[in-house]
């Protein structure tokens, strides 16, 4: 008598959501017959049947979720399989310290100072907009950090400048626009 597989394809352990309700795909076989498919969802008092074991829609908690799956035959042969996955459905808070709007730089190099704060990022990808394009791109932010990220060889004259960041689930925001002059 062999136990069943289980394969949980989606979500994959480490994953990381925007929304609340995720997909579950997986996939069973046995060298009998299948009993019954189902799942626990961060400790639930109570297991969910998936219904014929196909693909159905969950629904997690924003932060870490921990999922179970479980299938037995008409043996009774029980196998498991288990993913962690993340939820998180917040943007990154941003606050630009500098430049002031209307700064004067002598430099093509113009630097701006900004922190990211996200509910459970612990690095986030940044970018420098400069003229609505992307200057420079710092992909490692630390969360909660001041930083710095300049841009080059802008020309001569006025331009608009802003720092957009996003998370592990890719939840973006943006600091206010500043106006500067080289």
Same mark, same amino acid.
């Given at each position: 008598?062999?136990?069943?597989?289980?394969?949980?394809?989606?979500?994959?352990?480490? *994953?990381?959501?925007?929304?609340?309700?995720? +997909?579950?795909? /997986?996939?069973?076989?046995?060298?009998?017959?299948?009993?019954?498919?189902? &799942?626990?969802?961060?400790?639930?008092?109570?297991?969910?049947?998936?219904?014929? $074991?196909?693909?159905?829609?969950?629904?997690?908690?924003?932060? +870490?979720?921990?999922?179970?799956? &479980?299938?037995?035959?008409?043996?009774?042969?029980? +196998?498991?399989?288990?993913?962690?996955?993340?939820?998180?459905?917040? +943007?990154?808070?941003?606050?630009?310290?500098?430049?002031?709007n209307l700064?004067?730089? !002598?430099?093509?190099?113009?630097?701006?100072?900004?922190?990211?704060?996200?509910?459970?990022?612990?690095?986030?990808?940044?970018s420098l907009?400069i003229d !609505?394009?992307?200057?420079?791109?710092?992909? !490692?932010?630390?969360?909660? *950090?001041?930083?710095? /990220? !300049?841009?080059?060889?802008?020309?001569?004259?006025?331009?608009?400048? &802003?720092?957009? $960041?996003?998370?592990?689930?890719?939840?973006?925001?943006?600091?206010?626009?500043?106006?500067?002059?080289?």
């Open positions: 008598i062999v136990r069943p597989t289980l394969s949980i394809i989606l979500p994959t352990n480490g *994953s990381f959501f925007n929304v609340t309700t995720v +997909e579950l795909n /997986i996939t069973v076989t046995d060298d009998l017959d299948v009993n019954t498919c189902f &799942y626990d969802l961060n400790g639930a008092a109570t297991n969910t049947t998936i219904t014929d $074991c196909t693909n159905v829609s969950i629904t997690g908690n924003v932060g +870490e979720n921990n999922l179970t799956v &479980y299938v037995d035959d008409t043996s009774g042969n029980i +196998e498991s399989a288990n993913v962690v996955f993340i939820i998180d459905t917040l +943007e990154p808070d941003m606050v630009l310290t500098s430049p002031d700064t004067n730089f !002598s430099t093509a190099s113009p630097t701006f100072n900004f922190t990211v704060i996200d509910d459970i990022a612990t690095a986030l990808n940044c907009y !609505s394009s992307i200057n420079a791109t710092n992909a !490692s932010v630390t969360n909660g *950090s001041a930083t710095e /990220i !300049s841009g080059g060889g802008i020309a001569e004259g006025a331009h608009p400048g &802003y720092v957009a $960041c996003n998370d592990d689930a890719t939840n973006e925001n943006t600091t206010e626009t500043r106006t500067f002059v080289i």
